[in-house]
């Protein structure tokens, strides 16, 4: 368990139930693909969607027997989606560990992210609402559609930092505020404030991403450097090279028209972006997601998980960059 | 439309309808999406499991409303996994059209097949029960298992027919007992008819399957030939096959202990498959289970769909092989 919960008993003792409830939900016969995935559970992820699950329940009338089922949902859903991811990307590592694609091959990792969806429809239905389970496979088609966006939106040229708004809110800001409104809306909570954390999500997926994004070109970690490289190489531009990039066209462009980028060319155009203040200027905006994630926060019913929520939150978006 | 329709009015114009449902529920912004599904739509498949699951809705108190969605959702979980398993195989080609993996990349492929799985719990929630949902999300776990099995008993030299049996109970049958199955409990039938449904299925299932393992050896098409080679080649050993080698050792062994055939090493293979019996003796079993299929079938209450039921049944387990 990420050492960021061990300040919070309650929520750590929950998402202790839903690692739990994830184990036996995917036990089957294979030891071997039981075991690929046990090692994905505990492969030290931070379990932040669950504990948004579970964090925005308690503002309703909290029932564990329903909370915890669809927290791991949530997380299980971020699972397939970090397998079928590291096919496209073709990681090798993930959180520090060898991906499933790498270890057990390509087509291994297609079957358990398919195995992992299934499991989660499996819970949802024996312990959730056909409602829940509507906006969940919603909340999935967005992710997915992101995904494709995301794939076919490669070396665009066009330098769109509202497509890029739009590619981070399928692909992260929706997993976020989905965990903060299901919580919600399963303890009961007013459809008022169910979307308020549904806004909350959002922002707080937004910053988050843009940091993340960020970090890839500030980060003194050697493998976070190489992801930012991977990136640009498959033509992915995140919002510091946009940003950099609209600027500076004329130092870009000779880069931009080609298709394929050399190691040489991926070291000029990192070096261009950290120059052309690509950085700072996505340090500002993902400010201003986080301002408002807070901002919303701030307006929510007092409730000891607030404080939690606005905490945790801190500790995620106030990361060094 | 299949050609197997035309004599079945009421069934043509339901599988119609279902048709026309997948079209809505996977419309989206991008239209390279849409259209790469609609073209996997209208790419001539048979529609086999939705006009299961009308057929055996007719058994109950027939409702159009719940019926065509549910037809829809086993459609597209088919089509979801057909995606998936065209980029395991590495397929050029389907029902004679391009795959979208060969197409449009294997990445691609990976997020339409999620996008297909998420849509086909989207018109189930909105549709169907609880029940449903957890029947068909069960079912999707096993046939993800079958395919992770499948892909881990590659080269596997132990021949076993349990093994191959039990792979094809999960990669084909599942699904089509699955949608005998949904369509007589959504429409109220006892349980017992459910289950007769659901082993009508397994048989009718089990018999397709070996019958299309056998037309890999038998078929004059040579592209038939081709997926026979592919699957040798990447050691899925199916029951002609098996039987031959296991009759045969001898002959076999000095194959099967390489992991890596050459062309020629897959001429030899089949040759030797055909020259040991391996298609008299897979024919005898398809037959076993067409004949079962058939005994359950003729067990079931009078309605005209036993015999819509019994002449679908003739047409697809009588072809020539």
Same mark, same amino acid.
């Given at each position: 368990m990420d050492k960021m919960w061990n300040k919070y008993d309650d929520v750590s003792n929950e998402l202790k139930a839903v690692v739990s409830l994830m184990e036996s939900n995917i036990k089957c016969k294979d030891k071997k693909i039981e075991n690929s995935i046990k090692e994905l559970i505990h492969s /030290? /992820?931070?379990l932040l969607r669950p504990a948004f699950v579970i964090i925005s329940s308690h %503002? /309703? =009338?909290?029932n564990p027997k329903k909370v915890i089922p669809l927290a791991a949902t949530v997380e299980m859903l971020h699972m397939a989606t970090l397998v079928h991811d590291d096919i496209i990307d073709d990681a090798k590592l993930r959180r520090g560990q060898e991906t499933i694609q790498s270890k057990y091959g390509k087509d291994y990792a297609v079957y358990i992210g398919d195995f992992l969806f299934c499991v989660c429809f499996k819970i949802l239905a024996s312990s959730s609402t056909l409602e829940n389970i509507k906006i969940d496979s919603n909340s999935m088609s967005r992710i997915c559609l992101g995904e494709i966006d995301q794939f076919n939106s490669? %070396?665009? &040229?066009?330098? =769109?930092v509202k497509n890029y708004l739009n590619r981070i809110s399928g692909k992260t800001a929706e997993l976020f505020s989905l965990s903060l409104y299901v919580g919600a809306a399963e303890s009961g909570c007013t459809d008022a404030l169910c979307k308020r954390f549904w806004h909350i999500g959002h922002n707080i997926g937004m910053a988050f991403q843009i940091i993340d994004d960020i970090l890839d070109y500030t980060g003194s970690n050697d493998s976070i450097k190489k992801s930012a490289a991977v990136d640009i190489k498959q033509g992915i531009f995140t919002l510091p090279f946009i940003y950099a990039a609209r600027k500076n066209k004329s130092f870009f462009i000779p880069y931009l028209e080609k298709q394929i980028f050399s190691d040489e060319d991926v070291m000029d155009l990192m070096l261009l972006v950290n120059k052309y203040n690509g950085v700072d200027s996505a340090k500002q905006l993902a400010h201003k997601y986080t301002e408002k994630a807070f901002k919303l926060i701030n307006k929510?019913?007092? &409730?000891p998980y607030k404080i939690v929520l606005s905490e945790v939150t801190q500790c995620l978006l106030k990361r060094t960059y």
């Open positions: /030290g /992820g931070k %503002f /309703g =009338s909290y490669r %070396f665009d &040229n066009t330098l =769109s929510l019913p007092e &409730n």
